[in-house]
């Protein structure tokens, strides 16, 4: 046993479960719930007489062993969450080889969206305010709920019985198996389920309605509070779909009888995967096809298939310990892209990855406060700071360059084979690459262990000398300013070197430098389709080339060597004028992956100038418009049955980034169809641009506008409208009303869950970015009591409130506020928004100038 292990927080060894019968019954009234728990125990040590259970805010009011012996003490200890239950001296030896440990105990019904939980919500058809009871359990929050053996690799069978009014509606993991009505109460037992970890247990009470797909051999449900539930057909269909594609995938059936999807009010993340009973925020799940955006729609197909794909890798096969998390998610996260690629391939999301989930882990790992994928976690308390994009989305990157370096049918079949062999129970991270090395016959460990292992990624520097081609590694820093103590890592780095005679994927940089001799040097790229995590820097003279050679790149190379030359511009490692000069070329860019990518780094480097004089924000948006503009006005922004996925979301982009960079033809446009909309017209605008239809009232101003987006706020025609309308009221910039937006975060207007979206419009100015570090500081008290350090939000809602800025006198200003509170729970993200700072300050101040002149010189300043 490693030390590392000895370090964890862990309950002792001397019993371990077999399995729970729990009944629970939440009172509405006075927001508590009673509950019994009935623990079958293996006795593994009988000279230990406690037994160590994990519990939190929960009364014990009796226990008993093995049916009559009481214990002489109980000792709960509410800072490691553990409950001792002493007994005799000499009980343990007296039981035989299992016991059962019978506790009655109470909780809270909590609003902290963590273990069993009261999500409150407005009936659409009656209009009050209601409750549903529901769980989160994962990562440490089930023993809220119930005290257990709260740890991944504890796995037992579970018998749950419910019991409330019965006009409500019982769900758990498993299918009923028996329901009756006594002394006017309904008790609703459940089938037992599979072994299985206690993060994955889930049970429901609440008023529901359901629709259903008919397509695969068990019951598939969408469950919503009555009068949503018409919503949750795409999500029904698509379960269904995606459990029989699934099957086949992976050669091993769904183990469970049914598979229910619920639509949950207040939730803190986007879904989770519990076992047979998938729990959605409603905007994740439930979905009016006809008038939502093509983000909402893949955004949903997406939540749905991750989870899906957790069914089996995570539910069936367990990771070991939370380090393990990234393998977990990464993989559901890839899962949910191969499916997406299969049923929707118009929507190229293999070239999408590219701007979402690779940007993503590249900026967060750019970091110097980033962590390592495979992350030793200790404390409850650390877990949910895992939950970022490096468990997510460098894992999932890191999955998808051993899927092309293994090929992706070989990739599955060693995926398939592991979870055969290790169905029920849990394994490591090594045991997913010995699979994957037995499938392929490479060495997959020495490869990944250090890509799991080691924080970071490289900067691959290019030097050329006639047709000699040399790269060296190095660690990047969004800051540039890696010490030699933090760059002794050497990644393996797949070169994946195309040129004029196609791809040489044979060439592995695994030394700090290799040089390789071309037949014709004209024209070259590394990486290859960018599968592989590293930023590229050139010369000069190859970026100036490759602002003429788009026709000889791919969509997923334009697309990365945009967002690397942005990369390398705010690191130092290049000058800001080859990335302005490399998208002003590529202004006849016709694929919306690349259009995309420029908007978001064109933006970026806006963001970074935020607080620069306005009229250098005036060139950056005249600038845009040059690269928008025109091609927006002659595509359009009507949008016809006729028009192709691609298309749909060209003309999104466009018409959006033109709004935001002030064209006037776009924005007269936006207006028109704001006032015929509030007006009455319900058609006027096209859902898919509504967005951005709604930042341009808010970009124009005034409070009547603000009024009007409020109003869409309280009564709108969707949950994809609401969301969108609580997001521009943080994108007006007026003082008085920025203070109204804010004073509607605490007073209830909104939800905990969506505290964080107005927050995400005010991130967007200046004034906005103020206002919100004015008000997290005037609220602190309140804030983290909302959102407790155990919810990962709190990091969260820290990050946007201050990673807005961009100079080192702002960086002071928050480590100063922050010195005098702990930092518990979210010091992690408060590191990554102070490195993110920094890196913004150093690029205003270094390349200032020369964007100025640049502007200038290119006739964007007035």
């Known amino acids: ?25 939440p009172n509405f009234k006075d927001f508590t719930f009673k509950g019994i728990a009935k623990i079958e125990l293996k006795i593994n040590d009988k000279n230990v007489d406690s037994i160590q259970l994990n519990a939190l805010d929960i009364e014990i009011q009796s226990s008993k062993l093995a049916s009559n012996i009481e214990p002489s003490q109980i000792v709960p200890n509410k800072e490691t969450q553990v409950v001792d239950f002493i007994f005799p001296d000499g009980t343990l030896s007296k039981v035989g080889e299992s016991t059962t440990l019978e506790l009655n105990f109470t909780g809270i019904l909590n609003d902290q969206m963590a273990g069993f939980y009261r999500a409150k919500y407005e009936d659409k058809l009656t209009g009050e305010i209601k409750y549903m009871a529901t769980t989160q359990m994962e990562p440490t929050d089930a023993r809220r709920a119930f005290p257990c053996f709260d740890e991944p690799n504890l796995k037992a069978s579970f018998g749950i019985t419910l019991v409330s009014d019965p006009s409500l509606t019982h769900l758990s993991n498993m299918d009923v198996k028996e329901e009756h009505v006594e002394n006017g109460k309904k008790f609703t037992t459940f089938n037992v389920t599979p072994k299985m970890s206690t993060y994955l247990v889930a049970f429901i009470v609440a008023e529901l309605k359901y629709v259903e797909c008919k397509d695969f051999r068990i019951p598939v449900r969408v469950y919503a509070t009555p009068g949503s539930e018409k919503d949750g057909q795409f999500a029904a269909d698509l379960t ?27 939730f803190s993340a986007g879904a989770m995967e519990n076992w047979g009973l998938v729990t959605y925020r409603v905007v994740d799940v439930l979905l009016d096809e006809k008038n939502s955006t093509l983000d909402r729609i893949q955004r949903v197909a997406e939540v749905v298939q991750h989870e899906l794909a957790h069914q089996w890798f995570g539910n069936l096969v367990t990771m070991d310990w939370w380090e393990g998390l990234w393998l977990n998610e990464g993989f559901a996260t890839w899962m949910s892209w191969y499916s997406c690629n299969e049923f929707q391939p118009t929507w190229n999301v293999w070239q999408q990855y590219v701007t979402d989930t690779l940007q993503h882990a590249l900026n967060l790992d750019s970091l110097r406060s980033s962590h390592p994928i495979e992350v030793p976690v200790k404390r409850a308390e650390d877990i949910n700071q895992i939950f970022d994009a490096i468990s997510y989305s460098k894992g999932a990157s890191l999955l998808r360059m051993i899927s092309k370096w293994l090929g992706e049918d070989v990739f599955i079949k060693g995926v398939s084979q592991y979870l055969s062999q290790f169905k029920y129970g849990n394994a490591k991270t090594e045991d997913l690459w010995t699979a994957l090395s037995k499938a392929s016959g490479k060495d997959v460990s020495s490869v990944m262990n250090i890509w799991t292992k080691k924080v970071g990624f490289p900067v691959i520097s290019v030097k050329e000398e006639n047709n000699k081609i040399t790269f060296t590694q190095n660690r990047y820093l969004s800051t540039g300013d890696v010490e030699s103590k933090e760059d002794k890592t050497l990644y393996p780095v797949f070169l994946a070197l195309k040129s004029k005679d196609g791809v040489d994927n044979s060439l592995v940089l695994n030394e700090r430098s290799t040089s390789v001799v071309l037949k014709d040097a004209d024209f070259f790229k590394a990486n290859s389709d960018q599968s592989g995590i590293y930023i590229t820097s050139y010369s000069d003279e190859r970026w100036a080339k490759f602002s003429k050679q788009a026709h000889l790149l791919s969509v997923e190379d334009r697309t990365g060597l945009v967002a690397d030359a942005k990369s390398l511009s705010a690191s130092g490692y290049t000058s800001t004028t080859n990335f302005l ?13 690349v259009l995309d990518q420029i908007i978001n780094s064109i933006s970026s480097l806006k963001a970074t100038w935020a607080f620069e004089p306005e009229e250098v924000r005036d060139s950056l948006d005249a600038f845009t418009r040059s690269l928008v503009s025109e091609k927006a006005h002659t595509l359009g922004w009507e949008f016809n049955d006729s028009d192709s996925f691609a298309t749909q979301r060209t003309k999104v982009a466009l018409f959006s980034a033109s709004c935001a960079a002030r064209d006037p033809v776009t924005e007269r446009s936006a207006i028109e169809m704001f006032e015929k909309y509030v007006a009455g017209d319900k058609k006027a605008i096209p859902a898919l641009i509504k967005p951005s ?12 506008n603000y009024e009007k987006i409020y109003q869409i706020y309280k009564n709108p025609s969707n949950n994809d409208e609401k969301i969108a309308a609580l997001r521009t009221l943080g994108r007006f910039k007026d003082a008085k009303l920025l203070e109204r937006t804010l004073g509607y975060l605490l007073d209830g207007t909104v939800l905990n869950q969506d505290i964080y979206i107005p927050m995400q419009g005010m991130r967007a100015h200046k004034e906005g970015i103020v206002a919100l570090w004015g008000w997290l500081q005037a609220n602190w008290t309140e804030v983290s009591k909302r959102l407790p350090p155990g919810l990962s939000m709190l990091g969260s809602v820290v990050t946007i409130c201050t990673s807005g800025f961009t100079s080192f006198k702002a960086i002071d200003e928050i480590k100063a506020f922050f010195d005098k509170i702990s930092t518990k729970g979210f010091d992690q993200g408060l590191a990554q928004s102070l490195d993110t700072i920094k890196s913004k300050a ?8 020369m964007v100025k002149q640049y502007l200038k010189t290119n006739g964007y300043s007035k």
């Open 842 to 849: 150093q690029w205003v101040n270094r390349d200032r100038e």
């Open 240 to 266: 269904a779909k995606t459990l029989d594609f699934f099957e086949n995938t992976f050669g091993i059936k769904y183990p469970l009888p049914k598979m229910d999807n619920v639509a949950v009010h207040e």
């Open 581 to 593: 000069n490399l998208v002003a070329n590529w202004k006849d860019e016709e694929s919306f992956v």
């Open 693 to 704: 239809v709604f930042n341009t009232a808010a970009r124009v101003g005034g409070e009547e």
């Open 1 to 25: 046993m490693s030390s590392k292990i000895i370090d964890r927080e862990v309950l002792p060894t001397n019993v371990t479960p077999l399995h729970y019968d729990l009944q629970i019954e």
